[in-house]
């Protein structure tokens, strides 16, 4: 994306001014994970927006946000918010790069004002690869023999971060590659799950989420997980932080069972898309 | 599991290499000749009727030409050499081939032979499932049938023995390395073939019969065990002796093959930089012995 | 178990090479026995050298069969960044020249030297691995930061394993001067070099993690893939070890899928090579310390 040049650049050096908050005198340094998880969760074992450890946020899916594009939805995931836009498949328009598979490509981008800190509207080195992995899992999902020569666009436009980024963007863009009729062998349901010494926090905020800056004396970290629940096949996985493999095995558990879960309501989300496709197309088959 | 060792433990390859009697080397733009009378061969050009050479190489004489063998080269064909292409790409009525070539080689469809007999008239149908026979990816073992003027090779595989190659394992060597002989198809007593191409591709896989060469089927069915066993140790013996630039014949990898199990060396051991040079150097006192 | 929709294409961040479909039955049907002999869990032998760049604070040259990378660590003053004033920080940059392959050429390797950067990057944020605050110079205002540059000599499959062994080998020898924060002159610290160009302290890398790449190829999954064997599978996963044997990074790779149950038990393999290839290199590394001064091999073979 080219950069804006009527818009004022700050300058680099510029930071947010939430830096200069006062924080508790063992903040910066090394947190001890019981603290840790005491910020993160009371003795009732009730997260700061009142979930259980294995709740996840309200989901809110809808398909058709962008009229113009092919297919198109929106995931609302407590506050993380984000849309997709599908467009093909139409023909790859460098030569150079001829397969005779159809292929993807992928843009994942964080609004300028989706974080705390504000980012730069160029995709950073982050953005590129998050659009790499999301472009892996849904390579596994589409059927790509069924184009051949041609390409499809997944973008990604995260509104608002408050965790999970990732995960909402997988589900979201196979509703979107859904809803444009793009075949696939399976929907991608994304979830993420932060592991705390002893507990699992199912779809975790910002806040919660795992964050490299704190010198943990414990095993501690975060995961995302593409799953195609009908096809039991993991599609994308992506792990921060140390773990042992037994506890990324339990992980691995809670997440797909919450995809499980999930699947059944991108379906209900579909049916109802087409259900209105129809009666739209009756509607006009009525008035002639 | 895994094989770590520090740069100054590895012994240099090179100390193998056949040292005999010392050539003619020269480097481009040295002076080979001032007579006159000779003619001007490959890697060489002429100024101010003196002759120079435009490689680095070994001077060559025959008769009254003289040529520049370079160090290193990419093929250079000759009508009738054996060897073993890869499909790169299905054109009208040819596949193009990569055989290690400056340029692509070419086989035209009608210097194959399909399904039906030789003397099969090719129709427009073939031209259109060139596909169904050859496609992008697969091998061919093929002989030289001609060379354009541009230096490309023309191929053909109309004999029993060439065609399409099946399950196994390729080694990629310096074509300077493959030694030339009448034939380059051998079914070794380990159990297993080989086909030496003279462009350096080695082309190594069970036992070969007769009469299922040369078509256009690929056998996809699991290889025994056993034959897997001589087929990697096959493949690990042509690698260590290329590395140490060693001639590459039936003979020299029979000895090195039987070297490495006389001496009890697992298959994977062929990898170690030390056990290289060992095998080499065994191959090369075996055709000591032999001489005298 | 069902196996993933196989499609033709393989991993995109590898170097993509034509395979025929007998070759690639042939690699599929070996049990346990690949095409050079070695086991699923082997790898190719690796040839290790450090110190070879006189001008880098650390340096290290790894070979593992085709694959080959130089490795220069940087040693710079800086300010830390304003969200970590406590720590330095390691940067990396993965440099696929078109010497490596032809095919790097232009922007060519740019995607696969950004993932390789990036994952490392993740692998060594997590505490377990390095300690970051030990190249914090003064607190707030001046940090050591590392300046990891990886140049791809040759690319010969399997670039993330050999990458991270050639990191760690050279984030072992790096030397970092020994400064001194001078009293308090008025208002401003003085920094204080060491007169002494040997006075310098190490970093403490025993736990700094290695990466592990399993391809899954059919029903099983192999450690250290050739290229042929890249290209015959679409899947895998690239896990970071740290000494410890815990896992401190894991990605999946390749456009295909993994069932579940196997990808448990490629994340256990992982750990359990890693932990072998982790103490097998601080060997070997400690070997060539304790040797101390022989000639250097460098590129001359």
């Not at chain 1, 809803?179 to 991608?188: C, G, K, Q, R, T």
Request: charged share 25%; glycine share 6%.
């Amino acid at each position: 994306m080219p950069v804006d040049s009527r818009r004022l650049q700050g300058p680099e050096s510029a930071f947010s001014y939430t830096l200069l908050e006062k924080k508790d005198a063992n903040a910066e340094e090394s947190i001890l994970s019981a603290d840790l998880q005491k910020m993160l969760i009371d003795s009732n074992h009730v997260r700061k927006d009142k979930r259980k450890p294995t709740d996840a946020r309200p989901l809110f899916l809808r398909t058709g946000i962008i009229s113009q594009a092919k297919g198109s939805a929106y995931i609302e995931q407590g506050n993380t918010k984000l849309v997709c836009g599908v467009y093909g498949p139409r023909e790859v328009q460098k030569k150079s790069d001829f397969r005779l598979n159809g292929q993807l490509f992928c843009e994942f981008k964080f609004a300028p004002f989706s974080c705390q800190k504000r980012r730069s509207h160029q995709q950073d080195n982050e953005e590129l690869v998050l659009s790499g992995l999301l472009r892996e899992a849904l390579e596994a999902a589409v059927c790509l023999h069924h184009f051949p020569k041609a390409q499809v666009e997944v973008n990604i436009m995260v509104i608002e971060n408050d965790g999970s980024p990732l995960a909402a963007a997988l589900t979201c863009a196979s509703l979107a590659l859904a809803s444009a009729s793009i075949p696939m062998y399976d929907l991608v349901i994304g979830a993420a799950v932060r592991q705390l010494p002893k507990l699992l926090l199912l779809d975790p905020t910002k806040d919660e989420e795992w964050q490299p800056k704190l010198n943990h004396d414990e095993n501690n970290s975060n995961l995302t997980v593409g799953f195609m629940p009908s096809m039991q096949q993991i599609c994308a996985y992506v792990h921060e932080g140390v773990s042992n493999p037994e506890e990324l095995e339990q992980m691995l558990k809670i997440v797909t069972e919450y995809c499980l879960k999930v699947q059944p309501v991108v379906q209900l989300c579909l049916k109802e898309t087409v259900e209105k496709m129809l009666a739209s197309e009756g509607e006009n088959n009525d008035a002639e | 599991m895994v094989d770590i060792r520090l740069a100054s433990e590895v012994p240099l390859f090179d100390i193998v290499a056949d040292s005999t009697e010392p050539k003619h080397l020269v480097t481009p733009g040295s002076l080979i000749t001032k007579e006159t009378g000779f003619m001007r061969g490959h890697g060489t050009y002429m100024q101010d009727d003196c002759l120079y050479a435009s490689v680095a190489g070994v001077v060559e004489r025959v008769n009254q030409l003289i040529s520049v063998r370079p160090l290193k080269s990419r093929y250079h064909g000759e009508i009738g050499d054996v060897v073993i292409g890869r499909i790169t790409e299905v054109s009208q009525k040819r596949w193009k081939l990569d055989t290690n070539a400056r340029l692509d080689s070419v086989l035209l469809l009608q210097s194959v032979n399909l399904p039906g007999g030789e003397l099969r008239r090719r129709s427009a149908e073939d031209e259109l499932s060139m596909r169904q026979y050859l496609k992008e990816g697969d091998l061919v073992s093929a002989e030289v049938q001609n060379i354009f003027n541009d230096g490309a090779l023309s191929l053909h595989t109309r004999s029993m023995k060439y065609g399409k190659l099946s399950q196994g394992c390729l080694v990629k060597v310096s074509p300077s390395l493959i030694r030339r002989q009448k034939t380059h198809f051998h079914n070794l007593p380990c159990g297993a073939s080989i086909i030496m191409g003279n462009n350096g591709f080695v082309w190594i896989c069970p036992t070969l019969h007769e009469d299922v060469a040369g078509g256009f089927v690929q056998n996809l069915e699991t290889v025994p065990h056993a034959d897997r066993q001589a087929i990697s140790r096959l493949r690990n013996c042509v690698t260590a002796l290329a590395q140490c630039k060693m001639m590459l014949y039936d003979t020299s990898i029979m000895h090195a093959y039987d070297a490495s199990i006389n001496a009890g060396f697992e298959i994977k051991d062929l990898l170690l930089p030390d056990k290289i040079t060992e095998i080499a150097l065994m191959v090369r006192k075996q055709f000591e012995m032999e001489k005298e | 178990m069902s196996i993933a929709p196989q499609l033709l294409r393989g991993p995109s961040l590898m170097a993509e090479i034509l395979l025929s479909e007998a070759e690639k039955a042939f690699i599929h049907h070996g049990d346990d026995l690949r095409c050079d002999g070695r086991t699923r869990l082997d790898y190719r032998p690796i040839i290790l050298e450090t110190g070879l760049v006189s001008n880098a604070s650390g340096s290290s040259r790894l070979r593992l069969a085709n694959s080959d990378v130089l490795v220069g660590v940087k040693v710079e003053l800086a300010s830390p960044l304003s969200e970590k004033p406590l720590e330095g920080r390691l940067e990396f940059f993965v440099d696929c020249s078109a010497n490596a392959t032809p095919e790097f050429e232009g922007r060519g390797g740019e995607d696969l030297a950004n993932e390789i950067c990036r994952f490392l990057q993740m692998s060594y944020m997590s505490g377990d691995t390095i300690n970051l605050s030990e190249l914090s110079v003064l607190a707030g205002q001046q940090c050591w930061v590392l300046y990891v540059d990886i140049l791809i000599l040759e690319c010969g499959g399997n670039l993330y394993d050999t990458v991270s062994l050639a990191v760690k080998s050279a984030l072992y020898t790096t030397q970092i001067p020994s400064i001194k924060v001078a009293t308090m002159d008025g208002d401003q610290p003085e920094l204080e070099l060491s007169e002494d160009p040997y006075d310098t302290k190490r970093l403490n890398t025993q736990n700094v993690p290695c990466l592990v790449t399993l391809m899954k190829i059919g029903n099983h999954y192999l450690v250290d893939p050739t290229p042929e064997e890249e290209c015959c599978s679409s899947s895998g996963v690239v896990v970071a070890v740290s000494g410890s044997k815990k896992i401190t990074a894991v990605r999946k790779i390749g456009s295909g899928s993994l069932h579940p149950e196997s990808l448990v038990s490629m994340l256990k393999t992982a750990s359990e090579v890693g932990a072998v290839v982790n103490k097998i290199l601080m060997k070997k590394l400690l070997e060539e310390e304790t040797a101390g001064k022989t000639q250097k091999v460098g590129f001359m073979r």
